[in-house]
C-alpha cells in the first residue's frame, strides 16, 4: 500500500509538468525489455502487452535505466513498473537534446491461464510536443493454448491523430518449460517515427532454476545479451546492446521486489530453515461450503503436506489439534500423508491437549508428542452406537413398517427397533474390531509399544493425566502450544521459524512456470440417499456426469459418495 501511494504523489506531481501527453511505441520499449513479453515472466507488467498482467498473482515491483551516458548510475533514462494481479501501473523518462518527456501506462487485464485480455490508457507529461506525445490507447491478447507455445497481439492507438502500431509476438518451448524458449516479434507502424515494419527473435534459456541467459537478434543486425538473476522475492537483470558492429551501445540494468520467483538461490539460502504451522481447530471434511466457510477440508491439507514436503525451505510441520473434529478415515489418509512426508528426513511436532483413542493414533505418527500440562488422554477404546427411535414414535401415534430384504440391511432399524439386531451387532462389531488392529498395529509401530502392552493400557487403565502419560512413554514432553517452537529447537537443534501453508513455494511460483491450464478433474459430490430425484438426484447426476465428459477442461471425472448432505458438480482449480 505505501509503494501505491508513493507512485500516486510522484504520478501527481510529474502531471503538473506543462504539456499534454503520450507513450512510446512497442520498439522504444524494447531497451527495457529482454524479450517478446509473453516469452519470459510478465514483460513490462502490462506496459507492453497488458494481457500479461493475467499472469500476475502477486504485487510486483521493477525499477530500470540504461546508462546511455556511460555512466551506470545514469538516470536520466529509466523505467519504473509497478502491478497487483489483473492491474499495472508504468512510467518510461526520456530524455535527449530535446529535453525529457515521462510516459505512464495503467493497465487491466482479464482471462484465464489459456486466454488473456488487456486494456490499457497512456499518458504523458513534460516535452510533449517536442517528443510528439500523444494520449493512446492498447488492447492486448495473449493465447497459451498448450505448455509450448505463446501468441499474443497487441495493437497501440493514438485517442487524437491517426498514429498507430501492430504487434504480434510468438514463442515456444521446446522442452514444455522455462528451460528453452524461442521467441520472435514483428511491430508494424503507421505515422510513428519509425519504418513500417521491425522484427526480432531470440533465445533464453534458463539452466538453474531462476537463472536465465537471453540473446536477442533485431533487423538492423543489432543484438542484446543479458542475464537475468531470481532471488526469490527479489531479482537482478542486466543486459548490454551491441550495434550492427558488434560494439557495445549502451546496457540497462533493473532490480525487481516483491512477487516471489523461482530461485535456487532462495532454496539454497533457507534450507530447512522453516516449519509450517497447521492448526487443526474445528471439523475438517471433503468439501467446504460455498460462502462463508473457511473450515479444513482433507484435500487442502493433504495438498499442504505435499507442498511442504517439496520445499527445501522447510524443515518439518507443527500439528495444533486442540478442537479438531475428523473422522477416523480422514484422519487415516492424514496419518499416512505425514508418514510420507517423514520419509525425506523431515520431522513432524503434533500438540494435544484432550485426546482420544483416534486423534492419539493421529499423534502417535509424531516424531515429537506435545502434551498440555492440564490436558488428558482418554484411552478407553472405540464405542460405536445408534439411536433408535420406535419408542418415540409410538407415544407419538407414529406407526414404522419396516420391509426388509437382506440380513444386514439395518439402515431403517432406527425406526423400526428399541435396540440393535444381532446382524446389526456383528457387522459394526467387525468394524471396530478392523479399527482397533489398525491403530494397535500403527501406534505400537511409532512409539515401540507393544500390543500386549497397549491392550493393557487400554482394558486396565484408560485415563492419563499429562504427566501420567509422559511417563508411561505415551507422550515426549509437557507443554502449551505456546512453547512448541522451544520444543522443535531441541528436536532439530537450532531455532526454526514458523510459516503458514500459503508461503510455501508451491502456492506462490509464477503461473509463467507453467504455459497454458493443467489438466483438471472433475470432482462430483453425489451426497445424500440413492434416488432418482431426491439425495444424490441421479437424473441430474447422469447429466452432471456427462458434462464433464464432455468439457475440454477436465481429463478425467472422481465421484465422491457420502452417507448424508447435499450434491455439487465443481472443477477445482489446480
Same mark, same amino acid.
Not at 20 to 29: A, T
Not at 123 to 152: C, D, H, M, N, Y
Not at 294 to 312: C, E, R
Not at 544 to 554: F, I, L, N, Q
Given at each position: ?34 524479450? /517478446? ?40 533514462? +529509466? ?12 512510467? &518510461? ?8 518527456? &515521462? ?11 489459456? =486466454? ?67 521467441? #520472435?516479434?514483428? =511491430? ?7 519504418? $513500417?515494419?521491425? +522484427? ?98 482433507? /484435500?487442502?491439507?493433504?495438498? *499442504?503436506? *505435499?507442498? #511442504? ?5 522447510? =524443515? ?52 515429537? &508428542?506435545?502434551? $498440555?500440562?492440564?490436558?488428558?488422554? $482418554? ?21 414404522? *413398517? ?35 488392529? %489398525? ?18 493400557? %487400554? ?16 507422550? $515426549? ?10 520444543? %522443535? ?86
Amino acid at each position: 500500500m505505501k509503494i501505491a501511494k508513493f507512485l500516486l504523489v510522484l504520478t501527481s506531481l510529474l502531471s503538473m509538468i506543462p504539456g499534454h501527453s503520450e507513450v512510446p511505441g512497442y520498439l522504444q520499449q524494447r531497451k527495457f525489455s529482454f524479450a /517478446a513479453p509473453g516469452a519470459m515472466g510478465v514483460g513490462l507488467y502490462g506496459y507492453d502487452n497488458p494481457a500479461l498482467l493475467n499472469y500476475l498473482i502477486q504485487s510486483d515491483l521493477m525499477f530500470t535505466w540504461t546508462d546511455t551516458t556511460g555512466n551506470v548510475v545514469d538516470f536520466e533514462n +529509466w523505467g519504473l513498473f509497478f502491478a497487483l494481479p489483473k492491474l499495472g501501473y508504468g512510467m &518510461i523518462r526520456e530524455k535527449n537534446a530535446m529535453g525529457s518527456v &515521462i510516459d505512464y501506462r495503467l493497465s487491466t487485464s482479464f482471462g484465464n491461464r489459456t =486466454a488473456g485480455f488487456g486494456l490499457g490508457y497512456g499518458w504523458s507529461s513534460g516535452a510533449v510536443r517536442a517528443f510528439e506525445r500523444k494520449t493512446v490507447l492498447s488492447l492486448g491478447s495473449l493465447f497459451r493454448p498448450i505448455r509450448q507455445v505463446s501468441f499474443g497481439l497487441t495493437g497501440l492507438f493514438a485517442l487524437s491523430g491517426s498514429e498507430r502500431e501492430g504487434t504480434a509476438e510468438l514463442a515456444i518451448r521446446p522442452t514444455g518449460n522455462e528451460l528453452v524458449t524461442l521467441f #520472435a516479434d514483428y =511491430a508494424i507502424q503507421r505515422g510513428i517515427e519509425f519504418k $513500417d515494419g521491425s +522484427w526480432s527473435g531470440g533465445l533464453a534459456i534458463e539452466p538453474i532454476s531462476g537463472v536465465r541467459l537471453i540473446g536477442r537478434y533485431f533487423d538492423d543486425k543489432s543484438f542484446n545479451i543479458g542475464l537475468n538473476i531470481s532471488l526469490g522475492r527479489s531479482g537482478l537483470n542486466a543486459q548490454t546492446h551491441f550495434d550492427n558492429e558488434g560494439n557495445p551501445s549502451y546496457s540497462t540494468y533493473g532490480l525487481r521486489m516483491g512477487s516471489y520467483d523461482r530461485s535456487f538461490l532462495s532454496s539454497l539460502l533457507n534450507r530447512n530453515k522453516n516449519y509450517v504451522e497447521l492448526n487443526l481447530f474445528g471439523s475438517t471434511k471433503y468439501q467446504r461450503y460455498v460462502m462463508f466457510d473457511k473450515g479444513n477440508t482433507l /484435500a487442502g491439507l493433504i495438498s *499442504d503436506i *505435499d507442498a #511442504a514436503k517439496k520445499d527445501n525451505s522447510i =524443515a518439518g510441520i507443527a500439528i495444533n489439534t486442540s478442537g479438531m473434529v475428523m473422522n477416523i478415515e480422514l484422519i487415516w489418509e492424514l496419518r499416512e500423508k505425514l508418514y510420507d512426508f517423514k520419509s525425506t528426513g523431515k520431522h513432524v511436532v503434533i500438540y494435544i491437549d484432550n485426546a482420544n483413542t483416534v486423534s492419539y493414533y493421529f499423534a502417535s505418527v509424531a516424531d515429537k &508428542i506435545v502434551m $498440555d500440562p492440564m490436558g488428558m488422554l $482418554d484411552l478407553r477404546g472405540l464405542l460405536m452406537g445408534r439411536t433408535y427411535l420406535k419408542g418415540t414414535l409410538e407415544k407419538l401415534g407414529i406407526g414404522f *413398517d419396516e420391509w426388509r430384504f437382506f440380513k444386514y440391511k439395518s439402515a431403517a432399524e432406527t425406526f423400526s427397533r428399541e435396540n440393535m439386531s444381532d446382524a446389526d451387532r456383528e457387522q459394526r462389531q467387525e468394524i471396530i474390531d478392523d479399527i482397533y488392529r %489398525v491403530i494397535k498395529t500403527d501406534v505400537g509401530k511409532s512409539r515401540g509399544i507393544a500390543p500386549e502392552k497397549f491392550d493393557e493400557l %487400554v482394558n486396565n487403565e484408560g485415563f492419563f493425566m499429562a504427566q501420567e502419560a509422559l511417563e508411561k512413554g505415551l507422550v $515426549d514432553t509437557l507443554g502449551r502450544w505456546e512453547a512448541v517452537k522451544e520444543i %522443535v529447537k531441541t528436536v532439530e537443534g537450532k531455532k526454526k521459524s514458523f510459516v503458514q501453508p500459503s508461503t510455501l513455494a508451491q502456492y506462490n511460483l509464477p503461473l509463467d512456470n507453467r504455459w497454458g491450464e493443467k489438466p483438471k478433474i472433475a470432482v462430483i459430490y453425489a451426497l445424500g440417499v440413492c434416488a432418482m430425484d431426491d439425495g444424490i438426484t441421479a437424473r441430474q447426476l447422469v447429466k452432471d456426469v456427462e458434462a464433464a465428459g464432455r468439457s475440454k477442461r477436465s481429463c478425467s471425472a472422481s465421484i465422491h459418495r457420502a452417507a448424508m448432505g447435499w450434491r455439487q458438480i465443481s472443477l477445482p482449480r489446480p
